[in-house]
């Protein structure tokens, strides 16, 4: 595999997550985020905030790689201990990202010989204030991870799944900073980065139409809507339980996903805390 398109290197942008707990096993989605400042370099791993609440043991598992290119079907896998202790939560209780930082694990590899093959979000990938203004009420979207668990496990491989956003991600719904998209999002999907991703083609809100490739990253699946006994309606953030367990609701193919720039205040929460000044940062664009 070349991995020499966009939507190829998005593939390996995202890391299976294995979890164990009291309440079991489960699988939740990360995705590698590059935080780049004052000429310096600062790799995080993105998920959730439940994907590793009450976990006392994690996998993380990245693809290996050789000359540039990724060995499919050959992974490495990091467990770590104290999973939970591992990730900074945002700051605000309401908002589901937690972040890590990724060189104490790029090292670890290095330490067992292990060359992983991996693509970094990049911060400037993050939608600005002015391309978020520029967007209509209704954009097609992509997410990449493992719903329910599912994945190319021959491969290693992700699936991606694609949809529209259901509410204008320049409008924070519920007062909260998130949007909803249309798509068929499964527990598991926790921690999908999303994506507004046009190739070859996209319209502006006048419907004018630009010949070429859009790409931003627009924020993280935290959560899916059920419709449960009675016709309520349920929020459920959760991992995928590997055990099969039968369940009496319904997705009714609404996700909740907290906007980008929330990813990135969590990462300069952490930087903050372990001494990296960002007093001179400008204003979002």
Do not use: C
Not at 142 to 167: E, Q
Not at 168 to 188: N, R, T
């Amino acid at each position: 595999m070349l991995v020499d398109t966009i939507a190829e290197q998005l593939l390996f942008t995202t890391v299976r997550i294995e979890t164990r707990s009291a309440a079991g096993t489960g699988t939740g989605t990360g995705f590698l985020f590059n935080y780049e400042h004052g000429g310096s370099q600062y790799p995080f791993v993105v998920t959730n905030k439940h994907v590793i609440r009450g976990v006392t043991g994690g996998i993380v598992q990245f693809h290996k790689g050789k000359d540039g290119k990724p060995m499919l079907g050959t992974a490495h896998r990091i467990e770590i201990d104290d999973f939970e202790d591992a990730w900074t939560g945002h700051t605000d209780p309401d908002i589901d990202v937690a972040v890590m930082p990724l060189a104490p694990l790029l090292e670890s590899m290095q330490a067992s010989g292990v060359t992983p093959f991996y693509r970094n979000i990049s911060r400037d990938l993050t939608a600005s204030s002015q391309l978020i203004g520029e967007l209509d009420a209704l954009e097609e979207v992509v997410f990449i991870g493992y719903p329910n668990g599912i994945w190319d496990s021959k491969h290693f491989l992700p699936v991606v799944r694609k949809g529209t956003t259901a509410t204008p991600i320049g409008v924070d719904f519920q007062g909260k900073e998130q949007f909803l998209v249309d798509a068929s999002v499964f527990p598991g999907s926790s921690g999908s980065p999303v994506f507004l991703f046009n190739k070859g083609m996209f319209t502006d809100r006048q419907g004018n139409a630009t010949i070429g490739t859009r790409l931003a990253f627009l924020g993280v699946i935290a959560a899916v809507f059920f419709r449960e006994d009675l016709n309520q309606i349920a929020l459920v953030p959760e991992t995928a339980a590997t055990k099969p367990v039968a369940l009496a609701r319904e997705m009714i193919d609404l996700g909740i996903v907290f906007k980008a720039h929330t990813v990135v205040e969590s990462i300069e929460t952490l930087l903050r805390k372990r001494g990296v000044s960002l007093d001179d940062l400008a204003p979002p664009a």
